[in-house]
């Protein structure tokens, strides 16, 4: 009989492949009856891997698919080794179970971290290495044949000698009943024909033809659609409202007040839109600090000792000894994530519990959140996990915001119907989480001899970790890990506390440690009369992986050859995640007298290459990402209050701004690490250092703006 998981990956594969393309529709699926039309036959030896007779293999993918390529390159190591046809692979999210599912390094069934290959990595092998074991023991016992007269060959057995064959759908019923192996060998690099050679085509198919499941084409029966009505101040509280007017509009059914806000549920979202405009809402507290008034007092704490993240030597004296003293201040505002799809998520309350539908990145945390707001145990929460429009990390949140958000609404309402949350994309830029705020002060001094012998650098910031009086490894990382040989080092952190919510941002500290650290490291090579390539290579003598993607991007950018006229270079690398990163930017001068960055060049170092195609569109996506915050995108607060709304204020990346990207791999064989945010951090200092090259100015505030770059 098949496992519980086994029939939520059957029952979401089914859905997907029966009903594609028509919106989802579930109310077979609640009831089992797709899952019991297609049971015979299965073979699942493990979490992942199910085969069934069709010669179908359903792999479960325990990482949220948000449009990294998580579900091709987890497919890819189960495929290798179970040594099967990609044409044979379907795969589906995994439920919510920590169990079955934790993510290796965290402990927790969680996205992020960049972590999904590489806590997986021989994991997953081993769950297509087992599974191709069990195929071939029932292959020997049919043929009665020794096992080492078998072969596998694109998802079929073979006997070499008789030239005999049968699928994996032939032999599931008869794998299903072997024992399992009491041990297994994975494949020599050597043996590859997936890992790192062939470009496969994506498993997270159907974004272009309308195909693919996300949370708003889930359609249960008699389902209301709510909104809600959050404060306009950070930390501010409700006091009164009058909801009459709402209630009296068409297709409203309920108001309801909830810990986060007012609700208001309705037949369809417009209709409940529509109701939450005609609420008469009155707030009281919350903080009216803007911007301003938070980057001054940051300047402030700069300028002052902070909690010691990293300390080498003495850096008092050496900066006081020093020829050169160089020292800069920079900002970095709130970032909002700005996923495509804003937030959503849809619930059903069932006799046994409560089941949910949506692109969820912290299975864990959700489970254990809404289950607090029921009084229920988490394994009484079924999360059906969706792919999810991006994310960046706004998904996940340890308070599971907008998950117990929906189980107050329903908990609140009380009604039978099953209810869909949706925030628009107001909601998620006035309401969301931002990217923390920073100030950096960094001091450096150079010898007579244009020698680096001291570094000082001070990071203000509220704490992601809610750290307190230690040190949040989140605010200080990419600085207080420096591969730079540093004689004399110190960096420090103040920890602030602000109304504002905050979370991680893709690539989190290295967003704004990154751009300090690079851009600095650069004035100190200009300072020295050092070419910026030459005086970072000597200060990273013992880190060969470093200097690997550093000579690899100059070299591929031909650092050294002239550029045409009104072009200009810059450098920068970086290592977040494990992953070793190096682009030299190249922009040229506009007709407006501003410029366009016109072609990256990115050498990535991140151990075993899985799938070259999916890290090369992950730097690609990372860049463009990367580049936002540095031209345009910022969330300034005044009197409290976001100014930005939408994309027509809050302005992200264009296709016009997309430059060239070319990405080139340092062959390895070390442990494979993450490509998902390491590619982020990287683009900013270069493209600053290339506008240094072009105006002999210091970029010190992000973003940009309109002086340098075109909206």
């Avoid at 359609?219 to 009296?248: R, Y």
């Avoid at 004399?488 to 919510?501: G, K």
Wanted: charged share 20%; glycine share 8%.
């Amino acid at each position: 009989m098949m496992s519980t998981q086994a029939g939520l990956s059957r029952r979401l594969f089914l859905i997907r492949s029966a009903q594609a393309g028509a919106g989802l529709t579930l109310g077979m699926s609640i009831s089992g009856q797709l899952l019991a039309a297609g049971e015979t036959g299965d073979f699942e030896p493990n979490a992942f891997v199910a085969i069934q007779a069709d010669n179908t293999i359903v792999i479960t993918i325990k990482h949220l698919e948000m449009g990294q390529g998580t579900f091709t390159g987890l497919a890819t190591l189960i495929a290798e080794e179970l040594d099967a046809d990609w044409s044979q692979i379907k795969t589906v999210g995994a439920p919510a179970n920590t169990k079955k599912y934790a993510n290796l390094a965290m402990g927790l069934q969680l996205t992020g971290g960049s972590t999904a290959i590489a806590n997986s990595y021989t994991q997953m092998r081993e769950a297509g290495a087992t599974a191709k074991a069990m195929l071939l023991a029932a292959a020997a016992e049919r043929w009665k044949q020794p096992l080492s007269s078998l072969a596998v060959k694109s998802g079929t057995v073979i006997h070499t000698a008789s030239g005999r064959q049968a699928s994996f759908g032939e032999l599931a019923a008869a794998a299903a009943k072997q024992a399992m192996p009491k041990k297994i060998t994975l494949k020599d690099p050597s043996e590859f024909v997936l890992i790192g050679k062939a470009k496969l085509s994506r498993k997270d198919s159907g974004k272009t033809d309308g195909t693919a499941i996300f949370t708003q084409d889930v359609q249960l029966p008699n389902m209301l659609t709510a909104v809600v009505a959050h404060p306009p101040l950070f930390g501010a509280t409700l006091k009164s409202v009058d909801a009459s007017q709402a209630k009296a509009l068409p297709g409203v059914k309920a108001v309801v007040q909830i810990p986060s806000g007012v609700a208001v549920l309705a037949e369809s979202f417009w209709q409940a839109k529509k109701g939450r405009d005609a609420l008469k809402l009155q707030w009281t507290g919350g903080s009216e600090r803007s911007s301003a008034d938070i980057i001054a007092d940051y300047k402030k704490l700069a300028e002052k000792p902070g909690l010691s993240a990293a300390k080498k030597g003495s850096v008092a004296p050496a900066l006081a000894s020093a020829k050169h003293v160089l020292e800069a201040e920079f900002e970095f505002p709130f970032l909002a994530h700005a996923a495509m799809e804003p937030m959503n998520c849809a619930l059903q309350k069932t006799k046994s519990g409560v089941e949910m539908w949506y692109g969820c990145q912290g299975q864990s945390w959700d489970q254990q959140n809404v289950a607090k707001v029921f009084g229920i145990a988490p394994e009484q929460i079924t999360i059906n996990t969706l792919y999810a429009g991006g994310s960046f990390g706004r998904r996940a949140t340890t308070l599971s915001d907008y998950p117990v958000e929906l189980a107050e609404i329903v908990k609140a309402w009380g009604g039978p119907a099953p209810v869909k949350l949706v925030w628009t994309r107001e909601d998620d830029t006035l309401s969301g989480y931002y990217r923390p705020m920073y100030v950096h002060k960094v001091t450096a001094a150079l010898s007579a001899s244009g020698e680096l012998s001291a570094w000082q650098q001070r990071i203000v910031g509220q704490s992601i970790m809610g750290a307190g009086k230690s040190v949040d490894h989140t605010s200080v990382e990419g600085a207080s890990n420096l591969p730079y040989a540093i004689p004399n080092l110190s960096v420090e952190a103040h920890n602030t506390q602000e109304a504002v919510p905050i979370s991680w941002w893709r690539s989190v500290g290295s967003t704004h440690t990154a751009y300090a650290v690079e851009t600095f490291i650069d004035e100190l090579a200009h300072k020295a009369q050092r070419d910026p390539v030459e005086f970072r290579l000597a200060l990273l003598k013992d880190e060969p992986r470093y200097q690997g993607v550093l000579k690899l991007a100059a070299n591929k950018a031909q650092w050294s050859k002239p550029l045409p006229e009104g072009h200009f270079r810059g450098v920068a690398l970086h290592k977040s995640f494990g992953t070793y990163v190096a682009q030299v930017a190249e922009i040229a001068a506009q007709k407006d007298g501003k410029f366009k960055v016109v072609k990256v060049t990115c050498a990535v170092d991140c151990g075993v290459a899985v799938n070259p195609d999916v890290i090369a569109a992950q730097m690609e996506g990372g860049i463009g990402f990367g580049l936002s915050p540095l031209m345009f995108s910022e969330i300034t607060l005044k009197d409290g209050k976001p100014e930005q709304r939408n994309f027509d204020a809050y302005k992200v990346l264009r296709m016009r701004h997309m430059p060239e990207v070319s990405v080139h791999i340092v062959p390895s064989a070390e442990a494979p690490t993450g490509v998902g945010e390491p590619g982020t951090p990287v683009i900013a200092p270069a493209v600053a250092n290339a506008l240094f090259a072009a105006t002999g100015k210091r970029l010190r505030k992000l973003p940009a703006g309109g002086e340098y770059f075109t909206a």
